[in-house]
T-cell receptor
Framework: QQQVKQSPQSLIVQKGGISIINCAYENTAFDYFPWYQQFPGKGPALLIAIRPDVSEKKEGRFTISFNKSAKQFSLHIMDSQPGDSATYFCAASIRTGGFKTIFGAGTRLFVKA | DAGVIQSPRHEVTEMGQEVTLRCKPISGHNSLFWYRQTMMRGLELLIYFNNNVPIDDSGMPEDRFSAKMPNASFSTLKIQPSEPRDSAVYFC????????FGPGTRLTVT
């Protein structure tokens, strides 16, 4: 019940295309859903996050779509660029009592120039 | 702010030796997390603290692993004795309203 399932495991997209990564969770106690971006040799960096009372959040080329009833959320990267090539992690957090966060397995994105 | 600071950045040790990883969280953050990242298992939460108190250590793999947070600005993760299967990147993260990661410590146990 603590798991966050992420797909696909890897993704290849042409420059200018849309990258889509999907995640699903079971535990309805999760109340915050961040996405992290990780480059090789670096720690994960917070990219964008959403609360479950919102169905969509957009920041620049990055959009989170959230479906509370289905317990699913996804990251869309519009106009994907080679610099977006990284590993992306979805996560689910419980904000009270210390912000416990469970991560998905990660998606390796490669954007072809 | 300098962000989450971890030391050392790289550690190579022999099987059976004690390893201590260190973390300084972002000032003002009241939660601190230790994660382990491997290709096989991804990013695993080992333990987290809230206001210096361990809240959930269910991810600590076995008794060889221990973590302490003696004050709000410092935490350690200790492995004693270390084994080759402990080789991984260990991340510390801290959170206030958002969770921020340190650069990680790459541990190699030979």
């Amino acid at each position: 019940q603590q798991q966050v399932k992420q797909s696909p495991q890897s993704l290849i997209v042409q420059k200018g295309g849309i990258s889509i990564i999907n995640c699903a969770y079971e535990n309805t106690a999760f109340d915050y859903f961040p996405w992290y971006q990780q480059f090789p040799g670096k720690g994960p960096a917070l990219l964008i996050a959403i609360r479950p009372d919102v169905s969509e959040k957009k920041e620049g080329r990055f959009t989170i779509s959230f479906n509370k009833s289905a317990k699913q959320f996804s990251l869309h990267i519009m106009d994907s660029q080679p610099g977006d090539s990284a590993t992306y992690f979805c996560a689910a957090s419980i904000r009270t009592g210390g912000f416990k966060t469970i991560f998905g397995a990660g998606t390796r994105l490669f954007v072809k120039a | 702010d300098a962000g989450v600071i971890q030391s050392p950045r790289h550690e190579v040790t022999e099987m059976g030796q004690e390893v201590t990883l260190r973390c300084k969280p972002i000032s003002g953050h009241n939660s601190l997390f230790w994660y382990r990242q491997t290709m096989m298992r991804g990013l695993e939460l080992l333990i987290y603290f809230n206001n210096n108190v361990p809240i959930d250590d269910s991810g600590m793999p076995e008794d060889r692993f221990s973590a302490k947070m003696p004050n709000a600005s410092f935490s350690t993760l200790k492995i004693q004795p270390s084994e080759p299967r402990d080789s991984a990147v260990y991340f510390c993260a801290s959170s206030g309203t958002e969770q921020y990661f340190g650069p990680g410590t790459r541990l190699t146990v030979t």
